[in-house]
């Protein structure tokens, strides 16, 4: 059945950076699209960055567009998101998350395969 298993989150002062990463396990998702969500307490998962696993196209949210970079190695079967100049509302769980239909989304319903969630929190 396969998995994605996230590592990489922690504490952080704003305007900090971490780097998530994400790898598959259990069987291959290198042609999946690849994408991060996150969840902050009391709200709805939101989207943050995707990118496509056969053409040169990702997507951002717009409060993370030009501070995150998603980048995906398929020889690996990894995807990593560097999260520069961090602010205390980025803070939630990020997952990982991978959909094998043909159309990079932005929706978590269209995802197939999620991980299990990585805590992250950026203190003021």
């Known amino acids: 059945q396969g998995a994605l298993v996230e590592s990489g989150g922690g504490l952080v002062q704003a305007g900090g950076s971490l780097r998530l990463s994400c790898a598959a396990s259990?069987?291959?998702?290198?042609?999946?699209?690849k994408a991060w969500f996150r969840q902050a307490p009391g709200k709805e998962r939101e989207f943050v960055a995707a990118e496509s696993w056969y053409v040169d196209t990702t997507y951002y949210a717009d409060s993370v567009k030009g501070r995150f970079t998603i980048s995906r190695d398929n020889a690996k079967d990894t995807v990593t998101l560097q999260m520069n100049s961090l602010k205390p509302e980025d803070t939630g769980v990020y997952y990982c998350?991978?959909?094998?239909?043909?159309?990079?989304?932005?929706?978590?319903?269209?995802?197939?395969?999620w991980g299990q969630g990585t805590q992250v929190t950026v203190s003021s």
């Open positions: 998350a991978a959909d094998g239909a043909p159309i990079l989304s932005r929706s978590p319903s269209d995802y197939d395969v």
């Open positions: 259990g069987r291959s998702f290198s042609t999946y699209h």
